[in-house]
């Protein structure tokens, strides 16, 4: 281990944040060092085997990393390898690459590797350090998500496939686990995606019925001339085209339980019928006499203001007083607080795991998004976003695009950007400029469609993707 760079941590700063610093200058390495020293307690390695060898002891989680490093300081090779050691020991470790004017494409390559982000040598203290502030303030987010994440996998709701931190949810468990060992019929409202359905079969699997089955129907998905042979079954001839005996739905659910989905979508008339079942707990099938006994649990559920629907006259109240003697009603996913964080990293886990892809954390601007976005369609709706930004995404950082979000477009104009207009500029400022008018043109033009936009450019949807990230165009 080189004598030069292989400094241990100052025993006068217990409390402070460990860095590790690796760069084969010393000088470079000493500035930062003594220029950190006030917030952190840095230790530094000049080459890669060094720097492993010092993660391995000190396990910081912010790591400044050189690209170029001995004994190939004139290319990305050491600094490549150095980045996927420390990243396989600890894949949270957030990983900020030093680099030349002239490797900039080799730092995106890294930030497709895992990498946090990457700055320009010769770094600015001040920069770094707001650099460095963020990536430990998202360390701090994602210990905490993961520290959720492990003390919900030790309650009920987690074994019912519903995860919750939320005080809202957790009275929800509170309330299944104290109606789930009745026969009550039960009542779930909630917006479409909260997770009804998923409600109803933890009552089921809570009960004394879980061993029967459970039979869903979504009343909305049948056509209103099947629904009554779909409830009740039918007998051979009972119409055209009922060439045997049929048990309906409801027969299947004997001593189990019946989930009756979007029930506001059910027409009056098979109300009354429903209504007569619920209160004598027979059926007979269309086109038959005889009386068939069943017993079953009745689940319902709607997404549609019943209250609403009944002064309407859409749905019958002394049905209501039946299905609902217990209603549990489900909060929007946007009213659930930290919990959306908890879900994007418990699906991010899942499919990463389920589609053996590389995609491991969210970056700033997803994390933004994902916290700000209003989620119409819910918990199914961020499940959805979530899988296709693991599946689609190229690197191991999900960012917002990859999530559905949009660049910003709202405060571009024809003006040059204002980064590039003050002053004598150099040739990579004046290309910079050119280059930022035309994406922005592009952009623009094209109602922010990146796809569009890529192919108007030339050039490939993570280049694009790069560039906005570059000039500071993406919403998030």
Same mark, same amino acid.
């Given at each position: 281990?080189?004598?030069?760079?292989?400094e !241990?941590?100052?025993?006068?700063?217990?409390?402070?944040?460990?860095?590790?610093i690796?760069?084969?200058?010393?000088?470079?390495?000493?500035?930062?060092?003594? *220029?950190?020293?006030?917030?952190?307690?840095?230790?530094?390695?000049?080459?890669?085997?060094?720097?492993?060898?010092?993660?391995?002891?000190?396990?910081?989680?912010?790591?400044?990393?050189?690209?170029?490093?001995?004994?190939?300081?004139?290319?990305?090779v050491?600094?490549?390898?150095?980045?996927?050691?420390?990243?396989?020991?600890?894949?949270?470790?957030?990983v900020?690459?030093?680099?030349?004017?002239?490797?900039?494409?080799?730092?995106?390559?890294?930030?497709?590797?895992?990498?946090?982000?990457?700055?320009?040598?010769?770094?600015?203290?001040?920069?770094?350090?707001?650099?460095?502030?963020?990536?430990?303030?998202?360390?701090?987010?994602?210990?905490?998500n993961?520290?959720? /994440? &492990?003390?919900?996998?030790?309650?009920?709701?987690d074994?019912?496939?519903?995860?919750g931190?939320?005080?809202?949810? /957790?009275?929800?468990?509170?309330?299944?686990?104290?109606?789930?060992?009745?026969?009550?019929?039960?009542?779930?409202g909630?917006?479409?995606?909260?997770?009804?359905?998923?409600?109803?079969?933890?009552?089921?699997?809570? *009960?004394? +019925?879980?061993?029967?089955?459970?039979?869903?129907?979504?009343?909305?998905?049948?056509?209103?001339?099947?629904?009554?042979?779909?409830?009740?079954?039918?007998?051979r001839?009972?119409?055209?085209?009922?060439?045997?005996?049929?048990?309906?739905?409801?027969?299947?659910?004997?001593?189990?339980?019946?989930?009756?989905?979007e029930?506001?979508?059910?027409?009056?008339?098979? /109300?009354?019928?429903?209504? +007569?079942?619920?209160?004598e707990?027979?059926?007979?099938?269309?086109?038959? #006499?005889?009386?068939?006994?069943?017993d079953? +649990?009745?689940?319902?559920?709607s997404?549609?203001?019943?209250?609403?629907?009944? !002064?309407?006259?859409?749905? #019958?109240?002394?049905?209501?007083? &039946?299905?609902?003697?217990i =209603?549990?009603?489900?909060?929007?996913?946007?009213? &659930?607080g930290?919990?959306?964080?908890?879900l994007?990293?418990?699906?991010?886990?899942?499919?990463?795991?389920?589609?053996?892809?590389?995609?491991?954390?969210f970056?700033?601007?997803?994390?933004?998004?994902?916290?700000?976005?209003?989620?119409?369609?819910?918990?199914?709706?961020? &499940?959805?976003?979530?899988?296709?930004?693991?599946?689609?995404?190229?690197? !191991?950082?999900?960012?917002?695009v990859?999530?559905?979000?949009?660049?910003?477009?709202?405060?571009?104009?024809?003006?040059?950007? =204002?980064?590039?207009?003050?002053?004598?500029?150099?040739? +990579?400022?004046?290309?910079?400029s050119?280059?930022?008018e035309?994406?922005?043109?592009?952009?623009?033009?094209?109602d922010?469609?990146?796809?569009?936009?890529?192919?108007?450019?030339?050039?490939?949807?993570?280049?694009?993707?790069?560039?906005?990230k !570059?000039?500071?165009?993406?919403?998030?």
């Amino acid at each position: 281990m080189s004598s030069v760079h292989a400094e !241990k941590i100052p025993a006068e700063g217990p409390l402070q944040e460990k860095i590790l610093i690796v760069d084969d200058n010393a000088v470079i390495c000493s500035q930062l060092k003594w *220029g950190l020293a006030a917030e952190y307690a840095a230790v530094t390695a000049g080459d890669a085997n060094e720097a492993i060898s010092l993660f391995k002891e000190y396990r910081t989680r912010v790591v400044i990393l050189d690209l170029g490093l001995p004994p190939h300081a004139n290319s990305e090779v050491e600094g490549f390898r150095c980045l996927g050691e420390i990243l396989s020991l600890s894949p949270a470790t957030k990983v900020i690459m030093l680099t030349g004017n002239d490797e900039r494409a080799n730092a995106l390559k890294a930030i497709r590797l895992g990498a946090y982000d990457f700055y320009p040598k010769p770094p600015s203290l001040s920069e770094l350090k707001i650099i460095i502030s963020r990536a430990l303030h998202l360390a701090n987010i994602e210990e905490q998500n993961r520290q959720l /994440q &492990r003390s919900i996998e030790l309650t009920a709701g987690d074994s019912w496939g519903m995860i919750g931190q939320c005080p809202e949810m /957790q009275k929800i468990f509170s309330n299944i686990r104290k109606v789930a060992s009745t026969n009550v019929p039960v009542f779930i409202g909630g917006e479409s995606g909260t997770g009804k359905e998923l409600v109803a079969r933890a009552l089921h699997m809570a *009960g004394s +019925r879980k061993n029967g089955a459970f039979v869903a129907i979504n009343c909305g998905a049948i056509p209103e001339n099947l629904l009554e042979s779909e409830f009740f079954g039918h007998e051979r001839g009972a119409f055209t085209g009922a060439h045997t005996t049929v048990q309906g739905k409801f027969q299947q659910a004997h001593n189990g339980s019946l989930f009756l989905d979007e029930i506001g979508e059910l027409p009056v008339n098979l /109300q009354v019928k429903l209504l +007569r079942f619920l209160q004598e707990g027979v059926l007979q099938r269309v086109g038959g #006499r005889e009386n068939i006994a069943v017993d079953t +649990r009745p689940i319902c559920a709607s997404n549609i203001d019943i209250g609403a629907a009944i !002064k309407e006259g859409r749905f #019958r109240e002394d049905l209501f007083y &039946r299905i609902g003697v217990i =209603v549990i009603d489900l909060p929007p996913l946007r009213n &659930r607080g930290e919990d959306i964080m908890l879900l994007a990293n418990y699906y991010l886990r899942l499919f990463s795991e389920e589609h053996k892809m590389g995609a491991q954390r969210f970056s700033p601007s997803a994390l933004a998004f994902l916290k700000g976005h209003s989620w119409p369609g819910n918990v199914r709706e961020l &499940r959805n976003r979530v899988q296709r930004a693991v599946i689609m995404c190229d690197a !191991k950082t999900i960012d917002a695009v990859d999530l559905g979000g949009e660049p910003d477009i709202s405060g571009i104009s024809a003006a040059p950007h =204002v980064a590039f207009c003050a002053g004598p500029r150099t040739l +990579r400022e004046a290309k910079d400029s050119v280059e930022y008018e035309l994406i922005a043109e592009e952009l623009k033009r094209n109602d922010g469609n990146i796809v569009k936009t890529a192919e108007t450019l030339g050039v490939s949807r993570p280049t694009l993707y790069s560039l906005l990230k !570059k000039h500071d165009l993406l919403r998030t």
